[in-house]
């Protein structure tokens, strides 16, 4: 799968001051990705997946077997030092557990209180790729 790194460029910088909303179709950690997964590469990795809060999305990972097992499901798991630009890391979060982020290159991004914000690359402790085709 190609991967348009110029329209993830576009993308990040509309999303730039995008505060963290939580919805299949808004701006949470996991819809983030997916909007970031069809501008780069015309996929989507929650296809056929909805919530609108935060009980929602628990519901949508718990059906799918949690966190780690959901995005599983739908990405490709690599090991944290082969993650590339464009690939999805998941993070500790103090009050979910885990979040999930878009990997840079050395910085992950995700939508944050007041818009993007990046972590270390280092903080990444599970990633996952796009599936090839």
């Known amino acids: 799968m190609m991967r348009d790194f110029e329209a993830l460029d576009r993308f990040l910088a509309e999303r730039a001051r995008m505060p963290f909303a939580w919805g299949s179709a808004a701006n949470d950690c996991i819809s983030f990705y997916a909007a970031a997964a069809r501008a780069m590469a015309d996929h989507d990795p929650i296809e056929g997946l909805k919530w609108s809060s935060e009980i ?78």
């Open 56 to 133: 929602g999305a628990a519901r949508v990972i718990r059906r799918l077997g949690g966190f780690e097992a959901a995005v599983s499901s739908r990405m490709t798991p690599v090991a944290p030092a082969f993650a590339m630009r464009g690939d999805a890391a998941a993070v500790e979060h103090p009050e979910h557990g885990l979040s999930l982020m878009l990997v840079e290159g050395e910085t992950l991004v995700a939508p944050g209180e007041r818009g993007l914000e990046r972590h270390p690359r280092a903080a990444m402790i599970i990633a996952w790729t796009l599936p090839h085709g």
